[in-house]
């Protein structure tokens, strides 16, 4: 088949969604302004849009009334606002975004709220976001979805839009385990993450955080060294990809701003810092830290300022007001403690600064300190040495930026470590300039060449690379999982048949097993210290005679029916009385199965089949058989391109494997068997949730669902290969 050659997304126009647009709008005046946005994210990506053209969705920082229009004009590309509600501004942005996921992301769990109803709201603006994107997405194009408010949107866009590229970026870090499975909804924004093609954050070490998470809480395959999860059929490509600066335009202006930015440079020496007024940035750490050099070297007094800059930001969140509370006070007591007639060792510009003011502030400088106490990157730092044209400064950098995995000419310090940080500032006002030069020149050289455009370029040709590929399970996987689980004991394995010995068909009568799985099978059957149990919504005989290996265990009918060696027969007591009502219900169900639709008859249960009917006819007639089914006094349970009627006793694939379990092995079973259940089906997960905590559980195939499953294994061919460990595995010895 011959396919169709995507449009290279390197060079073209852009589909970039993210929270806020690269204007804010503010009401004054009764009349709607327009400002540019402040932060990191949109100072990094506003230039890669104005060169490229595009559309750009976002919220537009306000709520917009009936009346009002927002200007959607930008210099070469589009502006598609996403209009939110004051009371989902307050759930999705205050809340679930800034007071959920900012925290946990920066490993703060203590200031980290977990809201239901923030929950819910985050799901609900991420599918407006998804909804527009879909919109404006060209077939088979790339949506760029940025960061933590919109870790939903790539699964929801592709529910819409299967056929578009989605790559998402997250700007901040991705937590440690330990420290994201803290949320409830973890495994919702982890699988709504995993329907992009690739996902990016700043360096390494968070990518590595993220095969943790998809490992352990999802069960999911990863390769560590290619950087990919298996999702299914999919394999998703994770990737490092540290932003840069427009450093160009950076160091351009630097030159371009005439005299001393503070108009005094020469009397006092700059020590600056410029952030976002935020918890993560560490300036209370920062302005503390200040105070120990001024005790520690007393030489610095009235000669050195430390100027600090903080944008205001989410003041709306009680932990921004009281930071603001906290650097005030701190500035007044310790200016109050050390200021002389001529001198103030602080001074604390509570705003925003124009650009050209900035470059010169930058420039000027004698040392920039850069000290969060956790940052995805921090853009400050590369501005900085950009806007280093003369005489060079000294970066000092946190260690707990991601610019400092880079950055390492830096000096590095612990901002929670006072004295260090002091002793470094010390070292850095006393730096000769050889070594100033060298250090700056070598970290010029690495942020021109790796600026915003380089950055952009570079997670764009990622996207437009073929899809991640792990490669099929193979034994060694199986082992690592396996091994430590069975150690020395005899093993119990229960197997679903369709979809998971045998692919899904369009008829099951065409479901048999291949000659390879069968194999695999009889090598396990053939054991003594394994018993093979086939558990299936098929009748028991049915499924007896497709298997037909008389060494086996089988339960049918979702377990109403269990046969097997070193077992007593069961059948469930309320087998007859339902095996009896199934024919009238096949009869009813007569009346809406056209298109190809069918009813098997299962003796107790029944399923009616809809695989061959047209998708858009689905919907109705399956409200229509789950009615039926209902009315009849049967429980409706949906599976495979399937709706099963069961009787409502109680009684599933999990309470059968249990009877099964203190049947073979007595009532202490746990002690002398190790369990394995494998299975695809929506009715395996009664048997996954059952066994949570008593036996190691896969779910095959189908990544977008669900599953209580431990493990996922991507195909039938994988099951294949986990059999054939079991089955070749070495003998217990005596
Ligand atoms: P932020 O948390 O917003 O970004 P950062 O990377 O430091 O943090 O960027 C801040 C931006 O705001 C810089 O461009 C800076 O110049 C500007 N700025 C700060 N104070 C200012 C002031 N007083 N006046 C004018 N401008 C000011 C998030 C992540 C970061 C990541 C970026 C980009 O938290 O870790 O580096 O996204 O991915």
């Not at 302005?287 to 001024?294: D, G, K, S, T």
């Not at 200021?339 to 040392?367: F, H, N």
């Not at 109680?650 to 002398?672: F, I, M, Q």
């Amino acid at each position: 088949m011959a396919r169709t050659r995507r449009r290279k997304n390197g060079s073209g126009p852009l589909v970039v969604a993210s929270n806020r647009l690269p204007y804010t709008f503010q009401r004054t005046a009764g009349a709607l302004e327009r400002r540019p946005s402040s932060g990191g994210l949109v100072s990094a990506l506003e230039p890669a849009l104005r060169k490229r053209g595009g559309v750009w969705i976002g919220w537009p920082g306000i709520e917009v009334r009936r009346n009002e229009r927002i200007s959607t004009e930008a210099s070469g590309y589009e502006i598609e606002p996403v209009l939110l509600s004051d009371g989902e501004v307050q759930r999705f942005y205050h809340g679930f975004s800034n007071r959920t996921l900012w925290p946990l992301c920066h490993s703060f769990p203590a200031l980290t709220q977990f809201e239901r109803r923030d929950w819910t709201e985050y799901e609900s603006v991420n599918e407006r976001f998804a909804e527009a994107m879909a919109e404006h997405a060209e077939a088979s194009g790339l949506v760029w979805v940025h960061d933590y408010h919109l870790m939903l949107t790539p699964g929801m866009l592709r529910a819409q839009r299967p056929d578009v590229r989605i790559g998402f970026f997250l700007h901040i870090p991705f937590p440690p385990y330990d420290i994201f499975r803290l949320c409830p909804w973890d495994r919702e924004l982890l699988r709504g993450l995993l329907a992009a093609d690739v996902i990016g954050f700043h360096v390494p070490g968070y990518a590595q955080n993220f095969l943790d998470c998809c490992e352990r809480r999802l069960g999911l395959r990863v390769d560590r060294d290619t950087l990919a999860v298996e999702h299914g059929d999919r394999a998703v490509k994770i990737g490092a990809y540290p932003i840069g600066i427009e450093f160009d335009s950076f160091a351009e202006t630097a030159n371009a701003s005439n005299g001393t930015a503070n108009g005094d440079k020469g009397a006092e020496r700059i020590v600056l810092g410029v952030d976002r007024l935020d918890y993560t940035k560490g300036i209370p750490e920062r302005i503390r830290a200040f105070e120990r050099l001024l005790e520690l070297h007393p030489r610095h007094r009235e000669k050195v300022v430390l100027l600090q800059l903080a944008v205001p930001s989410r003041s709306q969140v009680a932990e921004y007001r009281d930071l603001k509370r906290e650097i005030d006070e701190l500035v007044g007591r310790i200016n109050g403690r050390f200021a002389t007639a001529s001198w103030s060792p602080i001074r604390y510009l509570y705003r925003s600064v124009p650009r050209a003011r900035l470059c010169a502030l930058y420039r000027d400088a004698d040392v920039a300190l850069v000290t969060p106490l956790r940052d995805g990157m921090n853009l400050v730092a590369k501005e900085f040495a950009a806007c280093q044209v003369s005489d060079p400064g000294v970066l000092i950098l946190s260690r707990m930026a991601g610019a400092a995995e880079t950055m390492r000419e830096a000096l590095q310090v612990n901002p929670f470590d006072l004295d260090e940080t002091a002793h470094v500032i010390h070292r850095a006002l006393t730096m000769d300039e050889d070594e100033r030069a060298s250090r700056m020149a070598s970290m010029r050289r690495r942020e021109r060449r790796d600026d915003v455009d380089s950055w952009v370029q570079t997670f764009l040709d990622a996207a437009d690379e073929p899809s991640a590929a792990l490669g099929a399970l193979s034994k060694d996987d199986v082992e690592r999982w396996l091994r430590p689980f069975i150690k020395q004991y005899p093993l119990c394995l229960f197997l679903d048949y369709d979809g998971t010995l045998t692919p899904i068909v369009d008829h099951p009568s065409k479901a048999k097993l291949q000659p390879a799985m069968r194999k695999a099978l009889e090598a396990c059957s053939r054991r003594k210290d394994t018993d093979v149990s086939i558990v299936s919504g098929r009748a028991l005989g049915d499924v007896r005679k497709l298997v037909g290996d008389e060494r086996l265990m089988y339960a049918g009918n979702h377990g109403l029916e269990i046969e097997g060696p070193g077992i007593h027969p069961f059948r469930h007591q309320d087998l007859g009385h339902y095996a009896s009502r199934t024919a009238a219900l096949a009869q009813e169900l007569e009346a809406v199965s056209s298109d190809g639709a069918w009813t098997e008859a299962k003796g107790p249960t029944l399923t009616f089949h809809y695989r061959g009917v047209p998708q858009a006819k689905r919907p109705k007639m399956i409200d229509e058989v789950v009615e039926i089914m209902s009315r009849a006094g049967y429980q409706a349970r949906h599976a495979h391109a399937a709706v099963e009627a069961r009787p409502p006793i109680g009684w599933d694939k999990g309470r059968a494997v249990l009877h099964l379990l203190r049947e073979r092995y007595g009532p202490n079973w746990s002690e002398s068997v190790r369990v394995i259940y494998v299975g695809d089906d929506l009715t395996d997960e009664d048997a996954f949730r059952f066994l949570a905590g008593l036996a190691l559980t896969f779910r095959v195939g189908s990544a977008e669902a669900p599953t209580a499953a431990l493990h996922r294994l991507s195909d039938v061919p994988a099951v294949q290969t986990l059999l054939e460990w079991i089955g070749s595995r070495p003998k217990i010895s005596a």
